[in-house]
């Protein structure tokens, strides 16, 4: 019964400090397309897979020091089919590294980046299918 109710992530999201100039970087870099927008202001994103990415507006709670391992929601694994490009790419783009490429858990290889604000992302590839 609930394998078919729940069908999996339909979207993370991200309080951001400016939504636009955050929502730009996504589009830019990591090849969202901006698919709806809410007044608040509040992007939704794309990606080529067709999972969505939203962007919303931070409140004044300041924010916490994270780790990979801290509580909670830790980070936004991107899949790629070639670490190696996508590493080249994202070098041109002068993104901030957290790492090296390192072994995933489950197969295949991962390294942590930062997105302009601060956020923890990981781009993955893996070496079988799922």
């Known amino acids: 019964m609930t394998a078919s109710l729940f ?17 730009d970087w996504y589009c830019r870099v990591l ?5 709806f927008r809410h007044d608040k202001p509040v992007w939704m994103l794309i990606a080529p897979d067709q999972t969505l990415l939203e ?8 924010r916490p020091e994270r780790t990979t391992w801290t509580p909670g ?6 899949r790629v089919t070639d670490l190696d490009q996508a590493v080249a790419w994202l070098d041109s783009q002068n993104v901030v590294w957290g790492g090296e490429i390192i072994n995933a858990i489950g197969g295949g290889r991962v390294r942590n980046l930062f997105d302009p604000e601060g956020n923890m992302l990981q781009i993955l590839e893996r070496t079988h299918g799922l």
């Open 55 to 62: 962007i919303m507006p931070k409140d004044q709670t300041p």
């Open 73 to 78: 929601w830790s980070h936004l694994a991107l």
């Open 31 to 35: 090849g969202y397309q901006r698919w």
């Open 7 to 23: 069908r999996g992530i339909d979207h993370p999201a991200v309080a951001a400090d400016d939504v636009e100039a955050l929502a």
